[in-house]
């Protein structure tokens, strides 16, 4: 299974960019998918989540508000949108994913596939 990740680049502070993340094989509706981000000098960090089984929803306090996780099912992928960026949400951003109905989702070790990363970088 391969994620493939596209969007991100250079913005302003207040701007809004919106990431992607497909999946190679089966339908996207079948995995648990979640994005981290990891800032340079810092460890990888979970951002947000989504649940195939229910389809809720988790984010972390500093996101909420301003970070969207939402399936595209045409697209065969999860979308991160992201408004009212602030210099510190700049990072390397992963997608990563799991067929496992996890409750518990945030952590590192609890996906088996990620994608490539993409660098977002707020700056004025």
């Known amino acids: 299974v391969e994620l493939v990740q596209s969007g991100g680049g250079s913005l302003d502070p207040g701007r809004s960019v919106t990431l992607s993340c497909a999946v190679s094989?089966?339908?996207?509706?079948?995995?648990?998918v979640a994005w981290f981000r990891q800032a340079p000098g810092k460890e990888r960090e979970f951002v947000c989540s989504?649940?195939?089984?229910?389809?809720?929803?988790r984010y972390i306090d500093s996101v909420k508000e301003r970070f969207t996780i939402a399936r595209d099912n045409f697209k065969n992928a999860v979308d991160l949108g992201m408004v009212a960026l602030k210099s510190e949400d700049t990072a390397v951003y992963y997608c990563?994913?799991?067929?496992?109905?996890?409750?518990?989702?945030?952590?590192?070790?609890?996906?088996?596939?990620w994608g490539q990363g993409t660098q977002v970088t707020v700056s004025s």
């Open positions: 094989e089966g339908s996207i509706a079948s995995y648990t």
């Open positions: 990563a994913a799991t067929v496992e109905p996890l409750q518990d989702n945030t952590a590192v070790g609890h996906y088996d596939y």
């Open positions: 989504t649940r195939w089984v229910g389809g809720s929803t």
